[in-house]
């Protein structure tokens, strides 16, 4: 019997002969104990359920997207799927582009939106730290999805902040979000987006219950460790060429436990000038 490679969409495997790898970035990858699994996104033309995941457009799309999600297991949060299917990714993604399928897409500026299953992920992994009035540091924001979330999810009375070093993705965030749901949670306040460096976090609203990092750093910045409060938790690649997603919780009297929640590939945490080439 001819071996083939084994690949996970959703917790499911499946067995068929990719045709061609594409790039890892922002995408995850799930380790097993007798074999390696690659997450199915990885792959452009592999024969599964999973090729076409794109149903529609705009509020159908997006519905269609988190049903997916739901149905294999990926999200099992009724707050997170609420969420996600509230704050349409058409809105945040290149004009084109494949807005629904499970797959990270290119933004500009060397940098990628993470596919939707990453974005669940994160968003479950936090939910206890995105409760109404909490508040909430995304550091590498991007086009403001994720970011957007967490606005949704700490609501009027929380605060989010997102922090990214190109001016051009933090105005572009900033129109998207002003399109989208989450656009009166701007206007009020409880959402901002600024340019900056996010390895130094953003100290004006420290500290925060909830950490994300949406770049891989080598190691875990002490600035964002000092800004997450005591009780919150960060969510972080970590690594260079291998790379782990860690789960970090501060304790009440300011110890650190970390885990690891699974195997990635993001694009690395760098300076503006090494991400863009001093463009």
Known sequence: MRSCPTLTAYGRHYCAPPRRLVSLTSTSLHRHNSAPFLNFSL???????????ETGTGSTGNKAMVENMKRFGVISSKKVAEVMEALDRGLFV???????????LPIGYNATISAPHMHAMCLQLLEDKLQPGMRALDVGSGTGYLTGCFALMVGAEGRVVGVDHIPQLVDMSIKNVEKSVAGS?????????????????WGEFAPYDAIHVGAAASEVPHALLDQLKPGGRMVIPVGTYFQEL??????????????????????????????????
Not at 43 to 53: C, E, G, L
Not at 185 to 201: A, E, F, N, T, Y
């Open 43 to 53: 792959f452009t033309a592999f024969r599964s359920p999973f090729s076409r995941m």
């Open 185 to 201: 949670l701007l206007q009020k306040g409880s959402l901002s987006l600024h340019v900056g460096d996010g390895r130094k976090g």
């Open 94 to 104: 290149p004009v084109g582009s494949s807005a629904y399928a499970d797959t990270p």
């Open 246 to 279: 860690k789960v970090i919780d501060k304790s009440e009297d300011g110890s650190i436990k970390a885990r690891t929640e699974t195997s990635v590939r993001y694009v690395p945490l760098t300076s503006r000038v090494e991400q863009t080439g001093g463009f």
